[in-house]
């Protein structure tokens, strides 16, 4: 039974799983078998998603996917929630994984649940410009320096373009996430804004109100930075759910939907904590210190 609920978990459809029992066993499992053994998870990965978070995290990383699931006799795009957090032993840890709407309100009540499970010690947020996760944020962690993922800033760049630009002028604009400080990256935004502002103005303008969220990431330490200036690690996790859900294509319901997901989420938060450490935070630490010595 536990090698039939983990085939499905590898991303083997129901299908697959009854042909596979069938030619193995010589009977066959009907696909409602196979998702009774499955859910059988559901007491595991209820433990995972509500278990106590007793070590502060400094480093939150939030973004949502979508799978589709029906409802009401159609089908619709359910959102996934998902938040990872970064411990001061420099590991990577997924803290939450929840099916809801992509809206303010829910983004609310999925950072208020973390509270309540004990998230603290937040001190720095990456997350996509989501008008309602960006109020969540400010409501619930008050605290904590937000950084807009400049992958999705230089795609929402496109909007502000016309069709036949010209690529250096993003390809300019890119390089600006490169530079050693914020000092250095306004000087060339600068030069950046003189070169192109007559030819794309509704660009330029655009980058001149909103970029400064873009350069949060310039107060930690270099090290960080490739890490920590986009949600592409998120993003990564991402792409390999959706290479296990591919096979499902349409999820039964919403609750299967998650029950796959954070089975994914459990084999992923596993594998990292056994890996090597995916950031050095004594170089946090370090800044922290230089920082709070150049502001005594």
């Known amino acids: 039974m536990a090698t039939l609920a983990e085939m499905y978990v590898q991303g ?16 066959a499992f009907s696909a409602s078998a196979v998702s009774a053994i499955n859910k059988r998870l559901d007491e595991s990965l209820d433990a995972f998603a509500t278990r106590p978070l007793a070590e502060p995290f400094p480093c939150l990383i939030l973004d949502a996917r ?5 409802e009401g006799g159609g089908v619709m795009s359910q959102a996934v929630l998902i938040a990872i957090g970064i411990d001061w032993d420099g590991r990577r840890q997924i803290l939450a994984v929840k099916a809801n709407r992509e809206s303010g309100s829910s983004w609310k009540d999925f950072l208020l649940g973390l509270r309540r499970r004990g998230l603290h010690g937040v001190e720095f947020v990456v997350a996509d410009d989501h008008a309602g996760l960006r109020a969540a944020i400010r409501e619930v962690l ?4 937000v950084q807009r993922c400049y992958v999705h800033f230089l795609r929402n760049a496109l909007d502000h373009l016309p069709r036949r630009a010209d690529d250096d002028c993003l390809q300019e604009l890119r390089w600006l996430y490169d530079r050693r400080d914020v000092e250095e990256a306004r000087r060339d935004l600068a030069a950046w804004i003189a070169k192109w502002g007559d030819r794309y103005r ?20 270099r090290q960080h930075h490739k890490h920590l200036k986009s949600t592409n690690m998120l993003e990564r996790l991402n792409e390999e759910i959706k290479r296990r859900t591919h096979v499902v294509r349409i999820f039964p ?4 939907c998650l029950r796959l997901v954070r089975a994914l989420a459990v084999e992923t938060h596993e594998n990292w904590l056994e890996a090597h450490r995916y950031l050095n935070m004594n170089d946090l630490r370090e800044h922290k210190k230089t920082y709070l010595r150049q502001a005594a």
């Open 253 to 256: 319901n919403t609750e299967a």
């Open 12 to 27: 083997v459809s129901t299908r697959k799983v009854k042909a596979i029992t069938e030619e193995l066993c010589g009977h």
């Open 202 to 221: 509704k660009l330029v303008d655009w980058v001149e109100e909103t970029i400064e969220d873009t350069f949060t990431f310039y107060r930690l330490p």
């Open 66 to 70: 979508y799978e589709k699931v029906r």
């Open 142 to 145: 008050p605290e904590a320096a």
